[in-house]
Every structure is written in structure tokens, then in C-alpha cells.
């Protein structure tokens, strides 16, 4: 497995590590389905501040920002204490005010797939909560990907 980066690939393809701790376990002794939600988020935003449209930029230059419209989330197997992840990032689509973005997340050590997320975010006006079309310099800065993402 090639090794991650912070960085965006020029395809489009956001990619990261993170280990998991203590404080993402549940009395089942693995990462908790509220978790794997805020990783899917916490995902999207180091991408979009990789790119240079960090929540501050946004609110402040764009005068707009991202909020959820829907989560899909699918649980494949349970990552535990101490695993290093690798999770990846792409959008398939942006058309509106909306985009439809990916994630997938790896255990590191065998590639194992662990949980895979869509989800549906609107780019609304920053003041007024209200959707508004995204604007061309947020749509450049994410070359769409196919929903499965690259092979």
C-alpha cells in the first residue's frame, strides 16, 4: 500500500492515517458508530482545508459553508485499540448547492475494509443558512471522482 499523504492527489483523492484511542472505544471494545460519523467529518474538513478552503476561508472570503444533508454509513468490520486506519476522501458530484462525497476507511496493516460513508453535504450562505449555488472557486479546488473512487 502506497504510503498516505495530507495532501490531495491531483485526481482528486484526499488521504490520511489516524490511530485509533482509547477515547473512540465503546463498551463493545471497538470504534463506536458515533465516531466513525465525526471521522467521516472531521475527514471532509482536513480535505477542504488541504485544498485552502478551510471553515474560516469559507465563511469569511466565500461567504458560504458546508452542512450535512445526509450520512449513508456501512459498518464492514470493527477497528480497535492501537489500529492505524487509513482514510480516503473523494467527491463523485457537485451539482447545485449540493455535493456527494466519499469516504472509506482501511485498516492499515492489511488493507482490511472497515467502514464506507456518503454523504450529501449542502453549501449554504454563511449568514442566512440558506443554500446557494456553489461558487466556481470551491467547485474547481475538487476534480469530481467516480462514486467508487479510483482503483
Do not use: C, K
Not at 465503546?26 to 477542504?48: P, Y
Amino acid at each position: 500500500m502506497a504510503e498516505p499523504a495530507e495532501l490531495p492527489r491531483a485526481d482528486g483523492m484526499f488521504r490520511r492515517t489516524r490511530r485509533i484511542e482509547a477515547r473512540h472505544i465503546d463498551e463493545l471494545g471497538h470504534v463506536n458508530n458515533v465516531v466513525w460519523v465525526r471521522f467521516v467529518v472531521e475527514l471532509a474538513g482536513a480535505h477542504s482545508a488541504a485544498v485552502g478552503l478551510d471553515l474560516a476561508t469559507l465563511r469569511e472570503r466565500i461567504g458560504g459553508l458546508w452542512i450535512v444533508h445526509r450520512h449513508e454509513v456501512d459498518y464492514h468490520r470493527p477497528a480497535r485499540l492501537g489500529e492505524e486506519i487509513l482514510e480516503e476522501t473523494w467527491i463523485s458530484e457537485m451539482r447545485g448547492a449540493l455535493s456527494l462525497r466519499h469516504a472509506r476507511f482501511r485498516r492499515r496493516e492489511d488493507g482490511a475494509l472497515l467502514v464506507t460513508a456518503t454523504t450529501r453535504w449542502a453549501f449554504v450562505d454563511a449568514v442566512r443558512l440558506r443554500p446557494r449555488r456553489i461558487p466556481p472557486q470551491v467547485r474547481g479546488a475538487f476534480p469530481p471522482l467516480d462514486a467508487g473512487g479510483p482503483a
